[in-house]
């Protein structure tokens, strides 16, 4: 039952299992006439088995199958994966999270709606159906915001958009790079650290970009088991440390 159930989640939709179980939490329905299933499971494994992996034909589902994402985030972040490759959209749902990401970072009020209980379920759907319509997101992407917020799961957004550009990520060959940074960086800044982290890898390296504007500025880079903290607080908090040892 366990291994029906997950790659009812894991595989293409037209290769799920023939017996789904029973969830609790729906899917995205009414997307181009397709629903998926998202397991109510404390943690979903994209397959890490090696003989999961030899059963893969094509080696990107192979590497995808060895991604890890874990959670409930990790879930919907699978769910939205699989539906957005089936229908040749990774892209453009790629494109409109990364829009929703930097506008939930640069908004405080937006990013307030999405990470505070006090609202409602209904108000969140209401909110972001508004925001996304305003910025042109529509589709795939505009119906899962709305499954998330019906969901009272809109406060784990960030980490869904994660996941998903992992697995993104993971199709393609790409190595994922965790970058925290003050403020929003610029196309420009974002094109020079991948042509960094790329010379410093021989990999493709996406960036997942998240803006915390308690680190001051500098930037906190996380690739792998490789971390390089250049943040302005982590070098204020040092002199701190330093000029203490001095007294």
């Not at 929703?100 to 405080?108: F, K, P, Q, T, V």
């Not at 199709?171 to 974002?190: C, F, K, M, N, Y």
Request: include cysteine.
């Amino acid at each position: 039952m366990r291994h029906c159930a997950l790659h009812s989640v894991v595989l293409p939709l037209r290769k799920a299992c023939v017996r789904q179980p029973r969830l609790p939490e729906t899917g995205l329905a009414g997307v181009s006439g397709v629903s998926i299933d998202i397991p109510n499971r404390s943690r979903v494994w994209v397959s890490n088995r090696a003989d999961r992996a030899a059963e893969v034909a094509d080696p990107r589902e192979a590497r995808v199958a060895e991604t890890i994402v874990s959670g409930m985030a990790g879930r919907y972040a699978t769910a939205l994966f699989e539906l957005a490759n089936e229908a040749g959209t990774l892209d453009a749902v790629k494109a409109d999270l990364g829009t929703l990401s930097g506008l939930i970072a640069e908004n405080a009020d937006l990013g307030r709606l999405v990470r505070s209980p006090v609202f409602g379920a209904e108000e969140q759907s209401r909110a972001m159906a508004a925001v996304m319509q305003s910025i042109g997101i529509i589709g795939i992407t505009a119906n899962f915001v709305k499954l998330v917020a019906s969901n009272r799961r809109l406060f784990a957004l960030p980490t869904m958009i994660s996941g998903f550009n992992a697995l993104v990520a993971a199709h393609r060959g790409e190595v994922t790079a965790q970058v925290t940074a003050a403020e929003p960086l610029s196309d420009t800044h974002i094109a020079a650290l991948k042509e960094a982290l790329a010379q410093k890898t021989g990999k493709d390296v996406s960036l997942d970009v998240t803006v915390d504007p308690s680190i001051i500025g500098g930037l906190i880079v996380k690739l792998g088991s490789r971390m390089v903290d250049a943040s302005l607080k982590t070098k204020l908090n040092s002199i701190r440390h330093a000029m203490k040892e001095v007294r």
